[in-house]
């Protein structure tokens, strides 16, 4: 009877180490990462600045990551000062959403009043300058007349200050 269990054992063995719970899909460490009309973006990693977050004088926040030359942005100014809340990416007064996929200056995408977004930051350490959260937004090209979409944007990262 022990050899039968044990040939069992060493049958399925294999299977079972092959059955994996489902995770959730948000990566380790610090990242930048959005669906950009529905095709993954996440920066290279190849460069100096492809992540980044910046807190000027508690109130503008700049945000994003860049994969060669394609670059995903956000920005927001908080006269209140930079908090854990949802920020409204319309483009009034500094809080805007783009996108940019050339070095030419007719491809850059921002959101407006009619292709908007939100920013929501869930998480703001201030010891550790870390700031983490979630983003969607469209941005409109006026020259090219096109919009492109981002979803399912979700960041961790350090920021500097200044």
Do not use: W
């Not at 996440?42 to 992540?51: A, H």
Request: positive net charge.
């Amino acid at each position: 009877m022990k050899n039968k269990h044990l040939l069992l054992l060493l049958l399925f063995a294999p299977l079972l180490t092959h059955l994996k719970c489902r995770k959730d899909d948000t990566p380790q460490g610090y990242y930048f990462q959005c669906k950009l009309d529905g095709k993954l973006y996440i920066p290279d990693g190849f460069c100096s600045n492809c992540l980044q977050a910046t807190i000027l004088y508690d109130t503008i926040l700049m945000l994003g990551g860049n994969r060669n030359i394609e670059i995903v942005t956000i920005g927001i100014n908080d006269s209140n000062k930079i908090r854990v809340t949802n920020y409204l990416l319309n483009n009034y007064i500094g809080s805007r959403g783009s996108y940019k996929n050339s070095f030419t200056t007719d491809d850059r995408f921002f959101t407006d009043s009619l292709r908007t977004g939100q920013l929501t930051i869930k998480r703001l350490d201030k010891v550790k300058k870390e700031i983490e959260g979630t983003f969607y937004f469209q941005a409109y090209n006026p020259v090219q007349n096109k919009t492109i979409t981002v979803t399912e944007g979700k960041f961790k990262l350090q920021y500097i200050t200044y």
